[in-house]
C-alpha cells in the first residue's frame, strides 16, 4: 500500500498520512493487525511526520465532534431552515421587507458569515482514506472549491441591493442562491438516520413530510409571484384574481392580509401536486399554464420519489440481498485502501462463512419458540461448557443460564479475535480448533502465552476484573467459537452471585505455570475483594428497603447476613433503623450478631430507639439486645434540649441512666430544670434522676429550677428532693462534703458610700440561715440580724445562696427605706 502521488502535484505523497487517526490506534497495541500492515509497508516513518504536523495543526482546527461545534451547528440549523422556508416567501409576497424583517434578515446573514469564517477552521474526514484531516490549507481549499462561492452569495443583503438598483425584479432572482443553505437541513437528516437512538422508520418519514410540505410551499410562494407579475388592472387575468368562492370575491387580492393569500396560495399548490383538480383554481393565462405544467411534471417525479422511499421502508429485503449489499459495501472499502491481497481473501472469506454457517444454524431457529431453542442449545453446547475450566464447581442453573445465551460464530486462520491492552466485552468459548495467546512485549517481540484448544476459554480475565486484555489472541486453524455478551454474563451473575465466586477463584487456579497470567492474580484477587462488598452492600440494600423475599433469596444463594458495610452497619442495623419487624426477626433466626456496634458505635436497638421503632426494640431486647449507648449523658442532654421527650423514656426503658452526665457534669435533669422543661423534668425524677446531683459547677438541678422561676416546677423538684433525702438521709451530709458551698459577707449596707465599707470575710454556707447569721456575728465582729443581697433584698432561707454570691450583714437599725 504504497501512498498515491496525484498527477496535478497538489498533494505530496506525504499529505496522503497526515491525518493521526489511524496512528493513535496503532500506538495503542503493538500486537494489532493494523501494526503488521504499517510495518510490512514501511508507514512508520510517514506516522513520525504526520504526527508533528499534526501537533502544530491542532492548535488552529476545529474538531467535527467539537462540543461547542456542535453546539453551533445547531443554531446555524435553526437560521438555515428558517432562511429556507422564508426566502420563497420573500420572493413571492414581499417587494422590500418590512423594518421588522429587514433587521432578522441582517441578523440571519451576519450569523451566516460567521459561519463561513469558521468553515476554514473545521477539520473534515478525507473521502478516499475516512481519516481526519487537519491541514489548514487543505480545509480552505476544499471548502473554496465546494460551496464557500454560494455560501458568501447567500450572505448578501439582497433586499438592500433590490432597493438600491431601483427595484430591478432581476435583482430579486439572485434571492434563490439562499436555497443552497437547504444542505444543511438535508445534512441534519442524515445524521438523524444514523442514530441508533431514534427509529430509523420515524425518522425517514419526517423527512419524507418535510421534503413534501416544502416542495409545496415553494410552490405556492412561485403560484402568488405569478400572479402578481401583472399590473393591477389585470388582476382578473389571473389564478387569484379571477377566484370566487361562493359570495366572496379574490379581486383586488393584494389588499387582503398575508395569512389568507398564503393558505389560498398553498391549497393551489397541493390541489395541483395531488391532481386532484376540484375545478375550483385553475390556470387563467399562458404564464401560469406553463408553470403548472413544469410544476406536475416534476410532481410526477417527487411523487415517484415518495412512494418508492415508503415502498422501501414497508419491504424489507431478503438475506441474501443483504449479504451481496454487504459484500459491495466491503470490496469498495478495500479498493479504496488498496488492501493486500491476503487481507481481502480472509476478510471475504469471514463473510462468506458467516453467511453460509447461519444457514445452517442460527437462521433454521429464527422461527421456533424460545423455550424450544433453549432446549437445542442445552443439547448442542452444554457438553462444552460443562468441561470448560472456568466453570468448575458451578451449579447446573448457572451453567443453563450461561448455555442459552451463546452464539455460535466462525474463524479462518490468522484472524485476531482480541487484541492485547484492547476493551474487551466479549467470553468466548472453543468448541473446534486451536487458538494461540501471544503476547506483545513493549519492544514489540512476540512470546506465545498459552494454547487453546477446545474446552478452553478467553476473555475472561478482561471481563471479569475490568482490566485490559492481557494477550493477543489469534487464530491457528479454523475454529467454531461460542460468544457470550458481557452484560449477558453480567446479569447472570447478579443472581447466581456465588458461582461467581467460584468463578474468581477458578481464574487463579491452573496457571500455576504460565507466569504472565501468574502476574494477574492481584488484580483478581481485588476484584473478589469487591465483588464481596457489592454483595454486602446488595444484602443490607434488601434489609433497608424491607425486600424480606430478596434478602431470603440472597442468603439462600450464599450471601452472608453478617458481613457489613464500609460503615460497619450490618443488615439487622438497617432493618431496625427503618422498622422492619420481619426482617429483623428473620436475621436473629440466621444468628446475626444483635449488639454489634457499627463504626459510630451504634447497636441496632440503639438504631431503633432513635427512630421510635417500639417493636422493633422491644424484639431486640428481649433477644438480649444491649442499648450500648456511649456517652449516654450527651445523648440525653441533648435530647432535652430538642424537647424529643419519646427517645428519652425508650432510652430510659432499655437500660440508659437517667443520671449520666455530659462533659460538664450536668445531667438531663440540669438541662430539664433550666429550661423549664415540666414534663420531661417529671419523666426523668419518676426515673430515678436525682435532684441533689452537681455540676462542674456545683449547681444541683433544684438549684437550675429556683433560676427557672417556674412555680410549678419548683413545686415538683422540691418534692423530688424531700422524697430523695426521706429515702436516702445521707446525700445532704454528703452533697456538703463532698461540695461545699461558700459566700462573701460584707459588714455594711449594699447601698452605703465607698467611705463607710469595709473589709468582708469568706465563710461556707451551713444548712440553716440562723447559723450562717451566728457565724457572720462571730468572725465579723459586729451585731446584726439579717442577710441582704446586692440589690438590698433580704435572704430568707440558705438554699437561696449560690456558691460565690456576694452578701450583706446588717443590722435592723441599719436597713434604709426606700
Known sequence: MAPRAKDDGVRTPEIEYEVEELDDRMGSSQGS???????????????????????????????????????????????????????????????????????????????????????????????????????????????????????????????????????????????????????????????????????????????????????????????????????????????????????????????????????????????????????????????????????????????????G?????????????????????????????????????????????????????????????????????????????????????????????????????????????????????????????????????????EETVLRLEPNSSFGEIAILCNIPQPYTVRVCELCRLLRLDKQNLSNILDIYFVDGRTILSNLTEGNESNLRIKQLESDITFHIVKQEAVLALRVNSAAFYGDLHHLKGLIRAGADPKKTDYDGRSPLHLAASRGHEDIVSFLIREGVDINLPDKFGNTPLLEAVKEGHDRVASLLYKEGAELNLKDAGSHLCAAVSRGDADFIRRAISYGADPNSKDYDHRTPLHIAAAEGLYLIAKLLIDAGASVLVMDRWGTTPLEEGRKCGSKSLMMLLEAAKADELSKFPDRADFRDKMHPRRCSVFPFHPWDPKEKRREGVVLWIPHTIEDLIKSCEEQLNCPGSRLLSEDGARIVDVDMITDGQKLYFVADRDVKSE
Not at 424583517?101 to 469564517?117: M, R
Not at 416544502?214 to 387575468?237: D, V
Not at 481481502?344 to 469471514?350: C, F, L, M, N
Open 309 to 445: 422511499n415508503m415502498t422501501a421502508l414497508i419491504v424489507k429485503g431478503s438475506k441474501t440481498e443483504k449479504f451481496r449489499d454487504k459484500m459491495k459495501d466491503i470490496i469498495k472499502y478495500m479498493n479504496r485502501n488498496r488492501l493486500g491481497k491476503d487481507i481481502r481473501d480472509q476478510i471475504k472469506g469471514h463473510l462468506r462463512l458467516q453467511y453460509e454457517s447461519s444457514y445452517t444454524e442460527a437462521s433454521v431457529l429464527q422461527d421456533i419458540p424460545v423455550s424450544i431453542r433453549a432446549k437445542i442449545s442445552q443439547t448442542l453446547y452444554k457438553p462444552y461448557i460443562k468441561n470448560v475450566p472456568l466453570f468448575r464447581g458451578c451449579s447446573a442453573e448457572f451453567i443453563q443460564q450461561i448455555v442459552v445465551r451463546l452464539q455460535e460464530e466462525f474463524f479462518l486462520p490468522g484472524e485476531v479475535i482480541l487484541e492485547q491492552g484492547s476493551a474487551v466485552d466479549q467470553l468466548y468459548f472453543v468448541c473446534h480448533g486451536v487458538l494461540e495467546g501471544v503476547g506483545i512485549g513493549e519492544d514489540g517481540t
Open 33 to 307: 493487525r493494523f501494526s503488521l500492515i504499517s510495518s510490512e509497508f514501511g508507514l512508520a516513518r510517514l506516522r513520525r511526520r504526520a504526527a508533528s504536523r499534526h501537533r502544530l495543526f491542532q492548535r488552529f482546527v476545529i474538531l467535527p465532534d467539537n462540543r461547542w461545534y456542535e453546539a453551533w451547528t445547531k443554531f446555524i440549523l435553526v437560521w438555515a431552515v428558517y432562511s429556507s422556508f422564508f426566502t420563497p416567501m420573500e420572493f413571492g409576497f414581499f417587494r422590500g421587507l418590512p423594518k421588522n424583517l429587514l433587521f432578522l434578515d441582517v441578523v440571519g446573514q451576519l450569523t451566516f458569515l460567521v459561519d463561513i469564517a469558521l468553515q476554514f477552521f473545521v477539520a473534515y474526514r478525507d473521502p478516499h482514506t475516512y481519516l481526519i484531516v487537519y491541514s489548514p490549507a487543505s480545509i480552505a481549499l476544499r471548502y473554496c472549491k465546494s460551496n464557500f462561492i454560494f455560501d458568501l452569495l447567500g450572505c448578501l443583503p439582497w433586499d438592500i441591493i433590490y432597493k438600491a438598483s431601483g427595484r430591478r425584479e432581476e435583482v430579486r432572482y439572485l434571492l434563490w442562491i439562499r436555497l443552497t443553505r437547504v444542505r444543511k437541513v438535508t445534512d441534519f437528516f442524515q445524521k438523524l438516520e444514523k442514530d441508533i437512538r431514534i427509529n430509523y422508520l420515524f425518522t425517514r418519514i419526517v423527512k419524507l413530510i418535510a421534503v413534501e410540505l416544502y416542495c409545496t410551499h415553494t410552490a405556492a410562494c412561485i403560484f402568488y409571484y405569478l400572479a402578481t407579475t401583472l399590473p393591477e388592472a389585470k388582476e382578473g387575468y389571473t389564478w387569484i384574481g379571477s377566484l370566487r368562492l361562493g359570495d366572496y370575491s379574490y379581486a383586488r387580492f393584494r389588499e387582503i392580509d398575508l395569512a389568507s393569500r398564503y393558505i389560498t396560495s398553498l391549497y393551489f399548490a397541493i390541489v395541483t401536486m395531488a391532481t386532484v383538480g376540484y375545478g375550483d383554481i385553475h390556470a387563467v393565462n399562458i404564464r401560469e399554464m406553463v408553470f403548472i405544467m413544469i410544476y406536475v411534471s416534476f410532481d410526477m417525479i417527487l411523487g415517484a420519489y415518495l412512494i
